[in-house]
Nanobody, 115 residues
Framework: QVQLVESGGGLVQPGGSLRLSCVASGFTFSRYAMRWYRQAPGKERELVAAIASAGRVTSYADSVKGRFTISRDNAKNTVYLEMNSLKPEDTAVYYC????????WGQGTQVTVSS
């Protein structure tokens, strides 16, 4: 069955960095665009970054442009989110997502930016 498993979250100080990973299984990963979303307490889930199936086209929310980088390794069925210059407002649960026959979500990984 389809699975998306995120990892790499944690507690980091402002200005720090984290690298999130999402390992996919149960579908042909290389054929699908992938997305990272986040949801902070009391807020709606928002799109953070997206990457096309071959990895050549990416897009970002304005709030993370220049700080976050999305990438993928189709040989490893994995999508990454490199997060630099983290701010307290980046604190959220981060989810990877794939639009298959319906939208599929991972379980999420908590990122907390705090001193």
């Amino acid at each position: 069955q389809v699975q998306l498993v995120e990892s790499g979250g944690g507690l980091v100080q402002p200005g720090g960095s984290l690298r999130l990973s999402c390992v996919a299984s149960g579908f042909t990963f290389s054929r699908y665009a992938m997305r990272w979303y986040r949801q902070a307490p009391g807020k709606e889930r928002e799109l953070v970054a997206a990457i096309a199936s071959a990895g050549r086209v990416t897009s970002y929310a304005d709030s993370v442009k220049g700080r976050f980088t999305i990438s993928r390794d189709n040989a490893k069925n994995t999508v990454y989110l490199e997060m630099n210059s983290l701010k307290p407002e980046d604190t959220a649960v981060y989810y990877c997502s794939a639009n298959l026959e319906r939208v599929r979500w991972g379980q999420g990984t908590q990122v907390t930016v705090s001193s």
